[in-house]
């Protein structure tokens, strides 16, 4: 049964929603750039038959602590690896989407000895200008106040990356606004610190780290993802060489997804290809091993 739980770790407080889950290993779902844990709900619906699962609100979102700086990849890798030892897990399987999928990549560089896998969803590689005007629907909605939450989420389901609409949005999109006693609402992260992240991540430290990654790692693609021929958090072109250049790797097209329905929409694919992916890592260990 899934629930919302604190911890303290690397100076700061981090709301984590601990889906449960059945198996031994763990899974740490890392979200995007404006978004919370909840964006996670679908898919976590199927892993947690076969995985124990949680997903965590990084720094300055969702329910976290928001200090007044250090939005940076490696600041969040930090954060990362400290909850992980105050929950006394040894390794972890990261999954990450977006901003996400860049964390896990650093991972993987900084602290290899704490990953069994690595899942990057809809991204893995440095953020380009194209890319970061693309988001400014995401990012335009920070800040601004609303009448009420159903003035909210109509204007939120017009943007076509959410259509169609469903549940698991509206459960994500109500998780991600401060609800005011007078109906208004607004969202819980600031602008000052997604501007200083994209600042960040504006800066050549991705791509540097893909070749350290030594864990089996599964790239899964959205082929629309901001809907623009050229603008990628992912291209196809990297995403294949990071699967032929990792050992035990592989790329996956999910059809027709774009960067957000990747999650909410093709969790079904995703969620199946992240299980099946899994699976045939552990069936390699297992042969390796009484070898």
């Known amino acids: 049964m899934m629930k919302d739980t604190k911890i303290y770790a690397n100076g700061l407080h981090f709301h984590m929603i601990d889906y449960g889950g059945e198996g031994e290993e763990t899974i740490i779902c890392i979200h995007g750039l404006t978004a919370n844990g909840r964006c996670w709900d679908a898919i976590a619906e199927k892993l947690v038959k076969h995985y124990r699962v949680m997903a965590i609100d990084l720094r300055g979102r969702g329910d976290s602590s928001k200090p007044a700086s250090g939005y940076h990849v490696n600041e969040h890798v930090k954060d990362i690896h400290a909850i ?11 999954v990450g989407h977006s901003l996400g999928a860049m964390i896990g990549v650093v991972f993987s560089s900084m602290y290899p000895e704490t990953l069994s896998s690595l899942i990057l969803i809809d991204g893995g ?34 943007i076509p990356f959410f259509s169609p609409w469903n549940n698991y949005l509206e459960q994500y999109f109500y998780s991600d606004v401060v609800h005011y006693d007078d109906g208004t609402v607004i969202s819980k992260t600031k602008k000052n610190i997604i501007q200083e992240e994209l600042d960040n991540l504006m800066q050549p430290i991705i791509n540097t780290c893909h ?57 079904e694919q995703t969620s199946s290809e992240i299980i099946h992916f899994l699976k045939e890592v552990q069936s390699k260990k297992s042969i390796a091993t009484k070898m």
């Open 84 to 94: 992980i030892q105050q929950l006394n897990l040894e390794k972890v399987i990261l």
């Open 125 to 158: 590689e440095d953020l380009r200008e194209e890319v970061v005007d693309l988001l400014h629907p995401s990012i335009n909605r920070v800040e601004r106040s609303y009448e009420n939450f159903y003035s909210y989420i109509t204007q939120v389901s017009e």
């Open 211 to 267: 070749s350290s990654i030594t864990v089996p790692t599964l790239i899964l693609w959205a082929p629309n993802c901001l809907f623009h021929p050229t603008a990628y958090l992912i291209s196809r072109e990297t995403g294949t060489k990071l699967s032929e250049m990792i050992d035990d790797s592989k790329f996956i097209e999910i059809r027709g997804a774009n960067h957000f329905s990747i999650l909410f929409h093709e969790f």
